[in-house]
C-alpha cells in the first residue's frame, strides 16, 4: 500500500514538497519525495530485521545542495556528454558544463531539482513532469513520467517514461546510494558484489567512452562471479586509479529484454539486493568524490559509504554512433523499467 505523508519541507524558493511512504505485507518501507523523485528511505529486511539502505538527508535543504544527487532522479541525460555538445540531424546542441569540461546529469538544473506533479494510482505512485524545448540547452518540449511501485516479494519497481515533440537525446535514471549493512557509517567496501557483464566502455581520464567495449577478463572489473568491494576498489588499473574506485559503464546486452544486473549482499547484516532491468547499461560508482556532508540521524555521506548502481544507456552516446541510440524522435515513447529486489541472505 502506498500513504500520503504530506508536507515534508519546503525548498529555497518556497515550493512545497511532499512525502510518500510504500509498505508491504512483509513490512518493507520505501519512502519517496516529489522533489526529483528521490528515493529517500528504503527499510529492507537483513538477519536484524528492516534496516534503512540508501543514503540521503533529513531536509529538503540537504537535498537542494546534494551534490552526489542522493537518491534522485536524473535526466533529460544521465551520466555524462564529452565537453556538453552533440548533433542531431546536423545541428549542434550546447549544454551547461557542470563536470570538468564534460555536462553531467542533465545540466545546471536537471530532473533532480524539479517538484512533479504526483497521483496515487491503486499500489502506485504516478509522479508527472514537464521540461521545455531548449531547457538545460536540450532540444524538445518533453514530458516524463516516474511510476513507483512496491510488490509483495520486496521488490522496489522504477517505471519511466517519456515523449518529445522534437527530436532530442535522453537517459533516464536514478542515483540512489546503496548501504547493506543498514548504517551510512559504513564503508561499502566489505560488501560483496556481481555484476552481469562480460565488458565495461572504457573511459579517458574524464570518463568519456573512448567508444570501444574493454573486456573485463583478468581485471578487477570481472565481477561476473561474487566479489568483495574492497578487493578491486584501490586496482593499480589505469581506469580504476582514474575514476578513484569504480565509477564505469558495465554492458549489459542491447537485446531489451529484462535481466538480472547485478547482485549486492553484505555477509554481515544478512541482506541481499537483485538490480533487473531492460536497459543496456549499469553505472557501478562506489561513492568517490561524496564530501561528507551531515545525512540523515547526523551521519556524514562519506567517501565510499555508498555504491551506486545506475541502469542506463551508455554515458556519451549521442557521440558514439556505435553505442545503443539514445534519440528520442517525435511520435516515439522512451520507456523503461528497473527492479531493486531486498531479500534476507
Not at 514538497?17 to 528511505?41: A, H, P, Q
Request: hydrophobic share 35%.
Amino acid at each position: 500500500m502506498i500513504k500520503a505523508n504530506g508536507f515534508f519541507g519546503k525548498t529555497a524558493d518556497g515550493r512545497d514538497v511532499s512525502s510518500f511512504t510504500f509498505t508491504n505485507k512483509n513490512g518493507m518501507e520505501v519512502e519517496v519525495l516529489d522533489y526529483g523523485c528521490i528515493i529517500r528511505v528504503i527499510k529492507a529486511p537483513g538477519k536484524n530485521g528492516f534496516e534503512d539502505v540508501v543514503l540521503g538527508y533529513d531536509d529538503v535543504a540537504g537535498y537542494e545542495n546534494n551534490d552526489g544527487y542522493l537518491g534522485a532522479f536524473i535526466g533529460r541525460f544521465g551520466n555524462r556528454i564529452a565537453k556538453g555538445h552533440f548533433t542531431i540531424d546536423g545541428k549542434e546542441y550546447s549544454l551547461p558544463i557542470n563536470n570538468g569540461e564534460n555536462a553531467l546529469h542533465g545540466g545546471i538544473k536537471g530532473f533532480n531539482q524539479k517538484v512533479f506533479a504526483s497521483e496515487i494510482a491503486g499500489d502506485k505512485l504516478i509522479l508527472t513532469a514537464e521540461a521545455a524545448d531548449m531547457e538545460e540547452g536540450y532540444p524538445g518540449s518533453m514530458k516524463i513520467t516516474v511510476t513507483y511501485s512496491l510488490s509483495d516479494d520486496n521488490a522496489f519497481t522504477l517505471d519511466y517514461k517519456a515523449e518529445s515533440d522534437k527530436t532530442t537525446v535522453i537517459n533516464l535514471t536514478n542515483h540512489s546510494y546503496f548501504n547493506l549493512s543498514g548504517s551510512a557509517a559504513n564503508s561499502i567496501e566489505k560488501e560483496f558484489i556481481s555484476i552481469a557483464a562480460d565488458y565495461i566502455t572504457e573511459t579517458d581520464e574524464g570518463s568519456i567512452p573512448c567508444g570501444n567495449l574493454m573486456p573485463v577478463e583478468g581485471t578487477a572489473f570481472d565481477l561476473r562471479e561474487m566479489k568483495c568491494v574492497g578487493d578491486g576498489i584501490d586496482d593499480a588499473h589505469q581506469q580504476i586509479q582514474w575514476a578513484g574506485g569504480y565509477d564505469h559503464n558495465f554492458v549489459l546486452g542491447w537485446d531489451k529484454l529484462t535481466k538480472k544486473a547485478a547482485v549486492v549482499e553484505d555477509k554481515e547484516a544478512g541482506r541481499k539486493m537483485e538490480v533487473y532491468t531492460d536497459q543496456p547499461g549499469v553505472q557501478f560508482y562506489t561513492a568517490n568524490f561524496l564530501s561528507g556532508a551531515i545525512g540523515k540521524g547526523g551521519i556524514p555521506n562519506d567517501r565510499r559509504h555508498g555504491l551506486c548502481l545506475e541502469t542506463q544507456n551508455y554515458p556519451d552516446s549521442p557521440n558514439k554512433a556505435l553505442f545503443p541510440s539514445c534519440f528520442l524522435r517525435p511520435g516515439d515513447v522512451y520507456h523503461y523499467t528497473t527492479s531493486y529486489k531486498f531479500s534476507v541472505l
